[in-house]
Structures are given as C-alpha cells and as structure tokens.
C-alpha cells in the first residue's frame, strides 16, 4: 500500500522554530506586521483541495463530506476540515480533487489560460498547477507539463494521468526546451525551485534545509530561468512567475533585474482577492502572508509581452500505429468505447498514446508521455492502460461497471475483487468517474496492471 496515500497532513505546527537569520530579514520586511506573521505560524494551517470540473458534478462536490467553505481566490477551491482525510474517498483516487495548499491555487488562476491556448509548465512536478491549468483548457489546445527532477517524474505523471487531462509530459532543463521552442507559447507558468520559506509550517524539511546564503543562491537560478521562460512566450504571451518563499532575493528582486533586462515585458496585476498584499516596490506582483489570510506564504508575478516575434516551429511528426498494433486497437475500441477519440493514435515500441494533432515537434526532447498512455499491444491484444480510463467519462464507454468505495481502493493497489459480471474488459467507475480498466474471469475482477 502507498503510505502517502492515507498519511493524514499535519495542520498543527509543533512550536515552529525558525532560524535567527530568517526571523530578522521578516522583521525588517514587515515591520510592524510581523508579529501578526509569527502569531499566524503558531496557528493551525488551513488544508485545501480542488475539485475537478470534467469528473464532479456541483451535486457530487456539495455531497464530499469534509467540505469546509470555498477558496475566495479559485472556483474550485475548497478548505476541508483537518480532522478529515479525503485521500480515503474514492474521488480522490479517481481524479475527482486533487490536494493543494489553498495559496498555490492562486498561480493557475492568474494565468488562467483560455481553451485552444498553448500552455507550457515549466517547473511541474507534482503537478499542482498541471491538473489546475488542465481545468481551464478544457481538453483543448496544447498543454506541456515539464519536470527538470528526474525523480519526481513519475509523481507527475501519476497526478496528470488521474487528473484524465491531455497533457504532454517532459523531463528537461529549461534551456534545451527555450532553443527548441522560442515565442511557442501563449501561456508560460514558472513555479520557481525556491527556498520554500512560505511552506515552514507545511513542511519541515524546508525548514530544516534552509540556510542564510539559500535565497540568494536560489535567486540566481531563478533569475536564469525566467530568462529560458521568457524566451518561450509568445507576442502578448503571458508568463507567470512564482514562488512559496518570502525573500527578496527571489522575489522583486528576480522581477526587477528581469524587467531591467527586458522592457519588451510588462508588469500586469495579480490581484485576484483583496487579501493578497502589494509585492515590496512592485505594486502589481501579489504576496499571499499566512497572517492575512488562509494559506501559506506565496509570492506571484504576471508579465505580459508587449512585442516580439513568435519563433519558427515545425510540428510533431507522429509515429505510426504498426499495423497488427492497428488492428488491436481497432477491435479494442469498437468493443468498448462509443465513437472514436479525439486526437492522432501513435506508437512507441507497442506502446499506444493519445496525442494531439498539432503539437510543436518534440525531436531533441526528453519526452516520458506524449500524451494519453492508451495501453500496450501484448500477444496480439492490447491491454488498455489506466491513464485512458481516467481520461474518458461514463458516456465514452460501452461496458461500464460500478464498483463500491471498498472495491475502489483494492483495485487501486492492484487487488482483486468479486464480481458477477461477463468475462472480458469493463471499464471501471465509482458513480460514474472512471477509476481503471478491469478484467473479469470467472467472477474475478483483476484491474489493468498498466499505468503511465
Ligand atoms: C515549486 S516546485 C513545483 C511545484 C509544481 N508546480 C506544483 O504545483 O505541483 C519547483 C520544481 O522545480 C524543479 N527544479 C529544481 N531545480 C530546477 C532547475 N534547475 N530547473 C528547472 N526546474 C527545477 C523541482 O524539481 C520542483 O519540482
């Protein structure tokens, strides 16, 4: 079992210590708020999670049970009680919300791009503002998750493959992507690597990485890469920038030295709620302070670009389904899906993905999912996969079967469950938002063991 999954978060901060240093940079920074700022990290933290708007219906949302009041800055975003553990519902292992610290809803709202966009993000992992910005595009344009950590990888993938959303998935540094795509997108979100001193309550390893030299270290890298995120926006493009931290050094100060270097950029507000602060000599940048309202320390930018040219690009020449792979396939979705997919079916090694059409060639890129992993063609049939399961609703479908909340969280770890139910694949929900693809034989539902 996935310890992770049912670890209950700790909202109750245990007497947060926090380094000399760090106290007396915030006293500087906010004067006479400051004890207001060390009151509010002694207090509980409030917990959020965002509801999916293609798997939940309003009915389904009202009916979750540890629902606690609506996140002012995000229409999906909810507080739920801390005594609660949603990972136990089976809406969460089906995609229907996804936890996120109430402030880090605020970062795809401010980008909120338009459905037919093209959207890149470029620091994605674990995929909080993936899942978000999938919300907005509503299955449509291109929407490209990047992650530079090899290792936390596979964790994006997993969240973008519950979330159901079409999503390119990439593992590169940030500079090999800007010489490939230059000008591409219209929508650019930088979730900086920072000091992560807004998560000190959250999270104890930031606390206990953090050193006096870290923002001023962590600040040049940002300042680096805002410089490849600004490369690849668009003319009139928009580029978010973001960070949990409170420094300077990795605040203002990269917008300031940015904007100095790049008057073709212009500060647009981030204003979304009356309870977000002025940014320290940049009006229109956005600082969220755990002492003036529920969330964690967030700090966010939006630049808009003014003029410059859209780049060159080709697009993806997609590999083509092998034959026998074809002829699977076919069978398979003639047999359980009403009507074809939207998008172009490509092959890799047996492998079979849902990608768009038009996507930006990906050649030179370290690419783990081109887009939705459909299954693999093994012994000539194919074997669906679970992202494909999350991906399609109860109207896609021709042999749907419901599960209970029990069965849900079995076939989640690879169980077995009984069935009275006809051999053959079914596709798996629990009222009526896919979960996996199941295979049952004799009584016995196996799930797919095929996940991204
Ligand atoms: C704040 S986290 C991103 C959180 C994510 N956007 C979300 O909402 O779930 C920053 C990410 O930057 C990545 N990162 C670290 N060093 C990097 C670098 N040099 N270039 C690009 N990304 C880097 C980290 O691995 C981490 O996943």
């Known amino acids: 079992m996935a310890l992770g999954l049912f670890s209950p978060s700790i909202p109750y901060p245990v007497n947060v210590q926090l380094p000399e240093p760090f106290e007396s940079r915030m006293q500087r920074l906010l004067g006479q708020d400051y004890p207001a700022f060390r009151a509010a990290l002694e207090q509980p933290r409030a917990l959020g999670l965002r509801v999916n708007p293609a798997k939940l219906s309003s009915e389904q949302v009202q009916s979750l049970p540890f ?14 009680q801390s005594d609660s553990r949603p990972s136990t519902h089976p809406f969460f292992i089906s995609g229907g919300f996804y936890l996120q610290e109430p402030s880090a809803m605020a970062v795809a709202e ?3 791009p338009k459905p037919g966009q093209w959207v890149i993000d470029l620091c994605a992992a674990p995929g909080g503002k993936t899942t ?6 509503e299955g449509q344009g291109v929407l490209v998750a990047n992650e530079f950590t090899q290792s936390r990888v596979p964790k994006l993938m997993e969240n973008v493959e519950r979330w159901g959303a079409r999503t390119t998935v990439l593992n590169n540094p940030l500079d090999r992507i800007a010489r490939k795509w230059e000008g591409l997108f219209d929508v650019v979100v930088l979730d900086a690597p920072c000091s992560g001193e807004g998560m ?4 104890p390893e930031a606390l206990s990485e953090w050193r006096e030299s870290t923002p001023e270290r962590l600040g040049r890298l940002q300042q680096d890469l805002i410089e490849q995120a600004a ?65 964690e320390g967030h700090f966010m930018a939006k630049l808009v670009r003014t003029d410059g040219e859209e780049g060159d690009f080709s697009y993806e ?10 002829k699977v396939w076919e069978e398979f979705r003639r047999g359980h899906l009403l009507g074809e997919l939207d998008g172009v079916v490509t092959e890799r090694a047996g492998h079979l993905y849902l990608v768009r059409e038009h996507l930006p060639s990906l050649s030179g890129l370290k690419v783990p999912a081109p887009g939705i992993y459909l299954g693999e063609v093994r012994f000539e049939r194919f074997v669906p996969a679970k992202a494909l399961a999350h991906h399609l609703t109860l109207k896609q479908v021709s042999r ?16 077995s469950v009984d069935v ?27 799930p797919t063991p095929l996940r991204v």
Not at 67 to 80: K, R
């Open 231 to 295: 490369t690849l926006t668009a003319p009139e493009g928009t580029l978010v920038y973001s960070t949990c931290t409170f420094s300077l050094e990795e605040n203002e100060q990269v917008i300031e030295q940015f904007l100095r270097k790049h008057p073709e950029f212009q500060l647009d507000s981030a204003h979304l709620h009356p309870g977000f602060a002025e940014g320290f000599g940049l009006p229109e940048t956005a600082r969220l302070f755990p002492h003036r309202l529920e969330g």
């Open 317 to 326: 020449e997609h590999a083509k389904v092998s034959k026998p792979a074809l």
């Open 400 to 415: 749907p079967l419901e599960v209970g909340a029990a069965e849900a969280f079995k076939l989640e770890f690879g169980e």
């Open 420 to 446: 009275n139910a006809p051999d053959g694949w079914h596709w798996l929900h629990f009222s009526g938002v896919g979960l996996t693809w199941g295979v049952v034989k004799r009584g016995k539902l196996r």
């Open 200 to 203: 000190f309550r959250k999270d």
């Open 67 to 80: 629902l606690e009041g609506a996140v002012p800055w995000s229409e999906w975003g909810y507080y739920y």
């Open 110 to 112: 401010l980008a909120a």
């Open 132 to 137: 978000h910005l999938a919300s907005f595009m």
